[in-house]
């Protein structure tokens, strides 16, 4: 079983920036490919952000391109996500997500094993 654990979450004004961490203690994390996915109220859970397992590979949704960047550090077993120029419309609760199987960029949630409990961003207007 992989555990997946999310931080840095929190209210910002519109405009500013926040690091989501995911940390994923244990092995093979360097055998997943990842990503970040967001689930606004009273709306379906979509990707954000995906990176294979080297982290050579990236993905962005339209809505965040040139606002979010995705890495990792397998090292560290860990993944973040850097978003910067916050708007509303990025409120929601952040996810980060593993798959055991090859890097395909822009899957929705249903192709990704295994989830973190999330963490919630607010952006104030």
């Known amino acids: 079983q992989v555990q997946l654990i999310e931080s840095g979450g929190g209210l910002v004004q519109a405009g500013g920036s926040l690091r989501l961490s995911c940390a994923a203690p244990?092995?093979?994390?360097?055998?997943?490919?990842m990503g970040w996915f967001r689930q606004a109220p009273g709306k379906e859970r979509e990707v954000v952000a995906d990176?294979?397992?080297?982290?050579?590979?990236?993905s962005y949704a339209d809505s965040v391109k040139d606002r979010f960047t995705i890495s990792r550090d397998n090292a560290k077993n860990t993944l973040w996500l850097q978003m910067s120029s916050l708007k509303p419309e990025d409120t929601g609760i952040y996810y980060c997500?593993?798959?055991?199987?090859?890097?395909?960029?822009?899957?929705?949630?249903?192709?990704?094993?295994?989830w973190g409990q999330g963490t919630q961003v607010t952006v104030s207007s």
């Open positions: 990176v294979s397992r080297g982290g050579a590979l990236t």
């Open positions: 244990g092995r093979a994390f360097s055998n997943l490919s």
């Open positions: 997500a593993a798959r055991q199987r090859p890097y395909v960029r822009g899957l929705g949630p249903r192709d990704y094993d295994h």
